[in-house]
């Protein structure tokens, strides 16, 4: 008579829950994330104009789209535009987004009816999306709005994620000062604007020097009866004009459906700001 088998063992999970956790980072694939703020960028461009932006005052998609990809090398890449849409604008937003759509970029559009539908928590619930179901390499931020970005971007290098935001340095000084986040002007972008936008960039000046020319004619001053403040008025009492949390231009924006379809990659020399006319003098 055989004697009895003994009872095979009850076979043990080799993995610990650590290990689960670390084989599913594991399979996460490596992604490099670009999102736009559309409002907050438009309206910056505005202020630093000082007027309404014309087509070649806008920065190409395009042009910012190869910048991305240029240090992406083989990772997964996504980028995205974030706008609201006016009850009376829908028609005309409608080409601009189908241009984004053929540079490849993903396009969130919400229906602007009060003044507090902005775009900001669906960009930040996208980069929590992104981040839960990838390993973020890299993010960058197209804003210069720190209020809402400021936290959670420095949140995200302390996981490990490199962050870069892209924006002008006249209303991004929370990401110039924060030492967890890179910065990069937009005007900085190889091929992003058709011309220089003329601004007062006296950190980016050229080696031989270069001109800004005059915002208003020189007669203006004649034509007006209250005088002009004294530029000693506006001596800057510190590094920054803007307010280094909010970062949010004050003048009203135009709406991004005002821009054309982002255009053709051949553009001119960019950053190069040209000598000034001397204005013509009014004859009698």
Not at 168 to 173: I, K, L, Q, R, T
Request: with cysteine; proline share 11%; charged share 25%.
């Amino acid at each position: 008579m055989d004697a009895p088998r003994p009872p095979e063992p009850v076979r043990q999970s080799a993995d610990r829950p650590g290990d689960r956790s670390e084989r599913r980072d594991a399979e996460r694939r490596d992604l490099d994330l670009l999102v736009w703020d559309a409002p907050n960028i438009d309206m910056t461009l505005s202020s630093i104009l000082g007027s309404r932006p014309a087509s070649s005052d806008r920065p190409r998609f395009d042009a910012i789209a190869r910048w991305f990809l240029a240090e992406a090398a083989d990772h997964e890449v996504e980028g995205c535009v974030f706008t609201n849409v006016h009850p009376t604008s829908a028609v005309s937003l409608r080409g601009w987004i189908e241009a984004l759509r053929n540079f490849g970029y993903a396009v969130f559009a919400r229906p602007k009816v009060h003044p507090e539908d902005d775009v900001d928590d669906a960009m930040l619930q996208h980069i929590a999306s992104r981040q839960a179901s990838h390993r973020l390499r890299r993010v960058v931020v197209a804003s210069g709005d720190g209020r809402n970005f400021l936290a959670p971007l420095e949140e995200l290098h302390r996981a490990g994620v490199r962050v870069v935001v892209l924006s002008f340095a006249e209303v991004a000084g929370y990401a110039q000062e924060s030492p967890l986040i890179e910065f990069v002007d937009l005007e900085d972008v190889p091929g992003a604007f058709q011309v220089s936008l003329g601004r007062t960039r006296l950190t980016a000046l050229p080696p031989d020097g270069g001109w800004f020319r005059p915002t208003r004619p020189m007669r203006a001053l004649l034509d007006e009866g209250t005088p002009l403040d004294h530029p000693h008025q506006h001596a800057p009492a510190g590094p920054r004009e803007t307010d280094p949390l909010h970062g949010n231009a004050p003048a009203a924006a135009p709406h991004p459906e005002d821009a054309p379809a982002p255009a053709a990659p051949d553009v001119g020399e960019v950053g190069r700001v040209p000598a000034p006319q001397s204005p013509r003098a009014r004859t009698a």
